[in-house]
Nanobody
Framework: QVQLEESGGGLVQPGGSLRLSCAASGRTLRYDAVGWFRQAPGKGREGVSCLSNDGSIYYSSSVKGRFTISRDNAKNTFFLQMDSLKPEDMAVYYC????????????????????WGQGTQVTVSS
């Protein structure tokens, strides 16, 4: 069983940047697909970006061009660089991991992931 822990959330002004990190322990994520999801108050959990072990990447249309997902297998950690943040990006962000698969399909169905972090709040406000 892998444990995931997010960090890097916080308060940022519109147009600003944040970098989320998800550190894994318990086993390697080297062969997994990893992803970032978010959930705003009153809304469902949305797949933001996912990255497979072969380098395949999916971004939701709402963040494409502004967010960048990456991973460091040596540190068993993956990241979400968020630039040009907008108020509508405000949510609790969760990292997730599971056995590798088609990243678009995995990112569009949060229940395809079995391991989750506890969530980190991202607030975008002036």
């Amino acid at each position: 069983q892998v444990q995931l822990e997010e960090s890097g959330g916080g308060l940022v002004q519109p147009g600003g940047s944040l970098r989320l990190s998800c550190a894994a322990s318990g086993r390697t994520l080297r062969y997994d697909a990893v992803g970032w999801f978010r959930q705003a108050p009153g809304k469902g959990r949305e797949g933001v970006s996912c990255l497979s072990n072969d380098g395949s990447i999916y971004y939701s249309s709402s963040v494409k061009g502004r967010f960048t997902i990456s991973r460091d297998n040596a540190k068993n950690t993956f990241f979400l660089q968020m630039d040009s943040l907008k108020p509508e990006d405000m949510a609790v962000y969760y990292c997730a991991a599971d056995a590798a698969g088609a990243v678009q399909a995995m990112c569009r169905s949060w229940d395809r992931f079995s391991s989750w972090g506890q969530g980190t709040q991202v607030t975008v406000s002036s």
